[in-house]
């Protein structure tokens, strides 16, 4: 096969739905590949779908996995590829865009379901056959991570598409038996870890997620930018004063434990600022010397109700927080954590200042394919599903409620709530 032509949806018509579970059927050719697809799962479109996927194998150096396509009955992409170890944690790539969108091959962590095929030398290797025997409904999963371990490229593409709309669930016993094959948890694993205990392997090959943080240089070079917005702009303000009275009404409220708002991430202090004059009491803290300097001078500025004094603002780092356990009765993380490159080490921290009953608040703009709120500084955008997943995956914390801004904004607005 000499030429590779991306398929749009349309053009496999009639693919009916797989009936999903979590057992794999193995089926070994004569010309040194296996194909691995869930037990139900049909045929991918075009008819000849297998010499499609196969030269990949065969004609890109290194790669030893490619699958198919996948999408959703109604035509929308359900996924090109999986990622694991990466700053969201276990996601689907693309997941509900136009059937039409990712019409080149993606490398990627692994495939979870659908149809892949993968070069039989690897595949014994890997032991493939035990994998998907002892991970159930994780062993494609683990099948494309152990490709990749063993120094192999993943591929997904869409020159063959498939009906499957198959996702992991959370089983205790698999990812038991997940984290004691690779070492980490599947849902979100903690990557400075990772980067220490795995650099120079395989699982770390993407350069976009584990080079390394860029340089944060916003509030050299925009300074109070929120406060300035603030002032100037109403649906802005708006949106603030919004956000404010969300964190107040879970750290003021009647029946509420008490204590004062730890603002992570807080930046230039405006929000700091709004939660003090919803009554608060606050602590910000913020890895950047300049934004701390920025939010001490802004704040020190104003007057609080009650004879309040201003919020309190120290440098440092989510993933260091410098506080005692429990000790926090809310913490936000207010347009923080598209910047993280290991979230799940600063969502961690959170769950463990915050007190038995206390409130997390998590603000963030939604995923848009191809998009950014900002591209400058903005790595990592969420779908809802992605947010939830990767914050209830944090040791003590369980999502209680979701929300949205809309109009001009596409925010997605988490509420999670630490046990009492």
């Known amino acids: 096969?000499?030429?590779?032509?991306?398929?749009?949806?349309?053009?496999?018509?009639?693919?009916?739905?797989?009936?999903?579970?979590?057992?794999?059927?193995?089926?070994?050719?004569?010309?040194?590949?296996?194909?691995?697809?869930?037990?139900?799962?049909?045929?991918?479109?075009?008819a000849d779908w297998r010499e499609r996927l196969a030269w990949f194998i065969h004609n890109?150096?290194?790669?030893?996995?490619?699958?198919?396509?996948?999408?959703?009955?109604?035509?929308?992409?359900?996924?090109?590829?999986?990622?694991?170890?990466?700053?969201?944690?276990?996601?689907?790539?693309?997941?509900?865009?136009?059937?039409?969108?990712?019409r080149f091959p993606e490398e990627c962590d692994t495939i979870a379901g659908g149809v892949a095929i993968i070069d039989a030398r690897i595949f014994d290797e890997v032991n493939g056959a035990g994998l998907l025997e002892d991970l159930g409904q994780l062993g494609m999963l683990g099948l494309g991570l152990a490709v990749r371990r063993a120094g192999k490229r993943v591929l997904a593409a869409p020159q063959a598409g498939v009906v499957d709309t198959f996702s992991p669930s959370l089983n205790d016993a698999e990812s038991a038996a997940f984290v004691?094959?690779?070492?980490?948890?599947?849902?979100?694993?903690?990557?400075?870890?990772?980067?220490?205990?795995?650099?120079?392997?395989?699982?770390?090959?993407?350069?976009?997620?584990?080079?390394?943080?860029?340089?944060?240089?916003?509030?050299?070079?925009?300074?109070?930018?929120?406060?300035?917005?603030?002032?100037?702009?109403?649906i802005f303000r708006q949106r603030a004063h919004h956000l404010a009275q969300l964190v107040a009404k879970f750290t003021?409220?009647?029946?509420?434990?008490?204590?004062?708002?730890?603002?992570?991430?807080?930046?230039?202090?405006?929000?700091?600022?709004?939660f003090a004059l919803e009554g608060c009491d606050v602590i910000g803290i913020d890895p950047e010397p300049e934004g701390v300097a920025v939010a001490t001078k802004m704040c020190s500025q104003q007057t609080y109700p009650d004879g309040r004094h201003a919020p309190d603002f120290r440098v440092g780092r989510g993933d260091a927080i410098p506080f005692e356990d429990a000790t926090a009765a809310c913490v936000s993380l207010?347009?923080?954590?598209?910047?993280?490159?290991?979230?799940?080490?600063?969502?961690?921290?959170?769950?463990?200042?915050?007190?038995?009953?206390?409130?997390?608040?998590?603000?963030?703009?939604?995923?848009?394919?191809?998009?950014?709120?900002?591209?400058?500084?903005?790595?990592?955008e969420y779908t809802q599903e992605e947010l939830n997943r990767q914050?209830?995956?944090?040791?003590?914390?369980?999502?209680?409620?979701?929300?949205?801004?809309?109009?001009?904004?596409?925010?997605?607005?988490?509420?999670?709530?630490?046990?009492g």
């Not at 910047?339 to 608040?361: D, K, Q, S, T």
């Not at 040791?395 to 607005?413: K, M, W």
């Open 1 to 46: 096969m000499s030429n590779i032509d991306a398929i749009a949806v349309q053009d496999a018509p009639g693919i009916p739905d797989a009936v999903q579970g979590g057992l794999w059927q193995i089926d070994r050719g004569d010309d040194g590949l296996v194909v691995v697809r869930g037990a139900n799962t049909p045929d991918p479109e075009p």
């Open 252 to 274: 003021n409220a009647p029946d509420g434990i008490g204590g004062h708002v730890l603002d992570v991430g807080s930046g230039d202090g405006l929000f700091s600022h709004l």
């Open 180 to 234: 004691g094959e690779f070492g980490f948890h599947w849902v979100a694993p903690d990557l400075d870890k990772m980067r220490e205990e795995h650099a120079g392997g395989g699982l770390m090959w993407n350069a976009f997620f584990h080079a390394g943080m860029m340089p944060f240089e916003k509030y050299d070079q925009r300074g109070g930018l929120c406060w300035e917005g603030y002032q100037k702009a109403d």
């Open 60 to 102: 890109i150096p290194g790669v030893a996995l490619a699958g198919a396509k996948r999408f959703f009955p109604d035509g929308k992409v359900f996924s090109l590829g999986e990622f694991v170890v990466h700053p969201k944690g276990f996601h689907h790539l693309g997941k509900g865009v136009d059937g039409n969108c990712y």
């Open 391 to 419: 914050i209830n995956a944090a040791s003590g914390l369980t999502v209680i409620h979701n929300g949205h801004i809309g109009g001009v904004y596409r925010d997605l607005v988490v509420v999670a709530k630490k046990p």
């Open 334 to 380: 207010f347009d923080v954590i598209e910047h993280l490159n290991n979230p799940i080490g600063v969502l961690n921290e959170i769950a463990r200042v915050l007190r038995p009953g206390g409130h997390f608040v998590c603000v963030t703009p939604a995923w848009q394919f191809g998009a950014s709120s900002d591209a400058t500084y903005h790595g990592y």
